[in-house]
């Protein structure tokens, strides 16, 4: 991977359509209906999230989101990277990206929620390298034995 260009998305280009597109699919095909917590591209353009995405010249390589919870903690959304890209550090590279925002933005913790299921492992091993730790449900969410639910104090 070469120069990696971390930029906010209005959700408008077709190549990022098509990857929210294929999120989504994937997480029901993983995941029980009701324990679905993905966003669609509607519920992604709420004025209380900021969401981005990681370019390597014109190629589209993943994506992420931060959703303000309230004036000090952020929640983590939309993380995925282009099935091409795995393993290459995109999504290492986005998260911090989410983390030094936070930072700035002074918030307290940032939260989030994945799946229980042995395809999100990955997803669960990168949150707890950047120090995420498990919890129980917050905001909005119930607890669910589909739903892993991490913090990450800041």
């Known amino acids: 991977m070469s120069r990696l260009d971390i930029r906010e998305d209005d959700l408008t280009g077709k190549p990022i359509v098509d990857l929210l597109r294929e999120h989504l699919e994937n997480m029901y095909e993983i995941t029980p209906p009701g324990s679905v917590h993905a966003l669609n591209l509607t519920a992604l353009r709420s004025p209380d999230i900021t969401f981005w995405t990681a370019w390597e010249g014109e190629e589209l390589l993943g994506c992420g989101a931060l959703k303000e919870l309230d004036a000090t903690s952020g929640e983590i959304k939309s993380m995925r990277t282009v099935k091409a890209h795995r393993r290459k550090g995109v999504a ?3 998260l911090e990206h989410i983390i ?3 930072e700035r933005r002074a918030y ?8 229980a299921f042995p395809e999100f492992a990955p997803a669960r091993a990168l949150y707890s390298r950047y120090g995420f730790v498990y919890r129980g449900a917050f905001a909005d969410y119930s607890d669910d034995p589909n739903s892993v639910f991490m913090t990450k104090l800041l």
């Open 92 to 94: 290492s590279k986005i």
């Open 100 to 102: 030094n925002e936070a």
């Open 108 to 115: 307290d913790a940032l939260y989030l929620e994945t799946g």
